[in-house]
Nanobody, 117 residues
Framework: QVQLVESGGGLVQPGGSLRLSCAAS????????MSWYRQAPGKERELVAL????????NYADSVNGRFTISRDDTKNTVYLQMNSLKPEDTAVYYC??????????WGQGTQVTVSS
């Protein structure tokens, strides 16, 4: 079955960095776009970054553009989110997501990122 397993979250001070990983299984990873979303307490889930298959085009939310970088390693079936210059407003649960079209869409279980001094 399809599984998305995030890791790499934690507590970091403002200005710090974290790298999130999402290990995927159960589908042909290299054929599909992958995304990171986040949800802060009391707020709706929002798209943070997306990377396509093939050309690996990327797209970012305005709030993270220039600070976060999404990448993928198709040999490891893994997508990453490098987060630099973290701010308290980046505090949220971060989710990995993919839409397998005819097979439906899938979410990981989420990983908590807390930015605080």
């Amino acid at each position: 079955q399809v599984q998305l397993v995030e890791s790499g979250g934690g507590l970091v001070q403002p200005g710090g960095s974290l790298r999130l990983s999402c290990a995927a299984s159960g589908f042909t990873f290299y054929r599909y776009a992958m995304s990171w979303y986040r949800q802060a307490p009391g707020k709706e889930r929002e798209l943070v970054a997306l990377i396509t298959s093939g050309r690996r085009s990327t797209n970012y939310a305005d709030s993270v553009n220039g600070r976060f970088t999404i990448s993928r390693d198709d040999t490891k079936n893994t997508v990453y989110l490098q987060m630099n210059s973290l701010k308290p407003e980046d505090t949220a649960v971060y989710y990995c997501y993919t839409d397998l079209i005819l097979r439906g869409n899938y979410w990981g279980q989420g990983t908590q990122v807390t930015v605080s001094s």
